[in-house]
T-cell receptor, first 115, second 115 residues
Framework: AQSVAQPEDQVNVAEGNPLTVKCTYS??????LFWYVQYPNRGLQFLLK??????LVKGSYGFEAEFNKSQTSFHLKKPSALVSDSALYFC?????????????FGQGTTLQVKP | NAGVTQTPKFQVLKTGQSMTLQCAQDMNHEYMSWYRQDPGMGLRLIHY???????DQGEVPNGYNVSRSTTEDFPLRLLSAAPSQTSVYFC??????????????FGEGSRLTVL
């Protein structure tokens, strides 16, 4: 069975500082990994994904994520946080050996960027 | 393109009433799914479909029915609403296979309250 864990309910960071939002996963086949962002009272928006290839993937709004197979992690990062990055972030996993496209999400991490 | 359209945006039900949440997408996506979002629980998959006439259960299917008669539409039915079904419901769609699978497009959500 697939599962995703986001160990932090909330991450606080000052504007201009680097940020990291953590994610670990469990999947039986090859992992397809995703990050989504949710702004208040909106649906989720796709940020970035890892399917194969380079372990460091770049996405929208200056975000990037690092895939680490040995640690089964896929942490979201940004070199310099903006106040407008404040939102709810979700990590998700799909079993790459499955053709259903079914995605399982973590609990979400609230990112608070303070001026 | 409208993307993924959910109706209604808000609904209040009494225990035991039935209703249908509508979801339509105009991107010709094979894969469609329903999630519920509850505080501290993240998004949990209710039902999903990989094409017209094909549906399957997700993590929390009890109390919900779905059907997929066309590629565009994927309604979610609550046959006898219970207070535990108070939640925000999201419909999401994507291409089924290849590298784009898992890049979900979300609707804006339907907030349901069961009294």
């Amino acid at each position: 069975a697939q599962s995703v864990a986001q160990p932090e309910d909330q991450v606080n960071v000052a504007e201009g500082n680097p940020l990291t939002v953590k994610c670990t996963y469990s999947v039986s086949g090859n992992p397809y990994l995703f990050w989504y962002v949710q702004y208040p009272n909106r649906g989720l928006q796709f940020l970035l994904k890892y399917i194969t290839g380079d372990n460091l993937v770049k996405g929208s709004y200056g975000f990037e994520a690092e895939f680490n197979k040995s640690q089964t992690s896929f942490h979201l990062k940004k070199p310099s946080a903006l106040v407008s990055d404040s939102a709810l972030y979700f990590c998700a996993v799909r079993d790459g050996s499955s053709n259903t496209g079914k995605l399982i999400f973590g609990q979400g991490t609230t990112l608070q960027v303070k001026p | 393109n409208a993307g993924v359209t959910q109706t209604p945006k808000f609904q209040v039900l009494k225990t035991g009433q039935s209703m249908t949440l509508q979801c339509a997408q105009d991107m010709n996506h094979e894969y469609m799914s329903w999630y519920r979002q509850d505080p501290g629980m993240g998004l949990r998959l209710i039902h999903y479909s990989v094409g017209a006439g094909i549906t399957d259960q997700g993590e929390v299917p009890n109390g919900y029915n779905v059907s997929r008669s066309t590629t565009e539409d994927f309604p979610l039915r609550l046959l006898s609403a219970a207070p535990s079904q108070t939640s925000v419901y999201f419909c999401a769609s994507s291409y089924r296979g290849g590298g784009n699978a898992g890049e979900l497009f979300f609707g804006e959500g339907s907030r349901l309250t069961v009294l």
